[in-house]
């Protein structure tokens, strides 16, 4: 058990590495945001930690199979620098939840829900809240000529400095004639879009 010991700390820190990058977003929207920096500190720490063991183990003990160990410590440093965790989510959710977001539109554009302060923002139903990071989406636009609706991804301080799935009828025309500040306008499929305001 102990020969194995740096390889399955490795793997434990890969899994939880990969889990804090694909629900990022949504630990930084919530509460436990004034964590994040700790917990990405301590998990630096530990990747580090771990790398020196490795290296002392391979040099100084002839330790080979602490490649494996090292293996998994290089594909963690991968994933943080290059793998698009956002991106990926994002393309998982679209396809998994698309039913209900459709569903929730055509409850905006029926009335059924309607914005609670004026703004624009809806409030999801309890089985929805999961649809949109802060359990409501933002109405852009409600009326005969189209509809525009933000589904939250990471919601900033404010309407602007947001990241948000964004569901148009009428395409990026109507998005850019309703929303402001856009940084990033990516179509990902039919009357879905990737935005990002600043």
Not at 129 to 135: C, P, T, V, W, Y
Request: proline share 3%.
């Amino acid at each position: 058990m102990t020969k194995y010991r740096l390889l399955m700390l490795s793997a434990i820190l890969l899994i939880v590495g990969f889990l804090v990058g694909w629900y990022g977003d949504l630990l930084s929207g919530s509460p436990f945001f004034l964590f994040m920096p700790l917990l990405v500190l301590l998990l630096f720490a530990c990747f580090i930690v771990l790398l020196v063991l490795c290296t002392i183990r391979i040099v100084k003990h002839k330790a080979y199979f602490e490649f494996v160990s090292l293996a998994v410590l290089t594909l963690l440093a991968f994933l943080t620098l290059f793998f698009p965790y956002r991106e990926a989510k994002l393309q998982f959710d679209l396809n998994r939840c698309e039913n209900d977001r459709i569903k929730i539109v055509e409850q905006i554009q029926s009335g059924e829900l309607q914005s609670s302060d004026g703004i624009g923002n809806v409030v999801l139903p309890f089985g929805y809240k999961r649809l949109s990071a802060s359990g409501e989406v933002f109405q852009y636009q409600n009326d005969e000529n189209g509809q525009v609706i933000g589904f939250y991804i990471f919601r900033g301080l404010a309407v602007t400095g947001s990241v948000k799935l964004v569901y148009s009828s009428g395409g990026e025309e109507l998005i850019r004639a309703n929303a402001h500040y856009i940084e990033e306008l990516t179509p990902l499929k039919e009357h879905w879009y990737y935005m990002v305001t600043d």
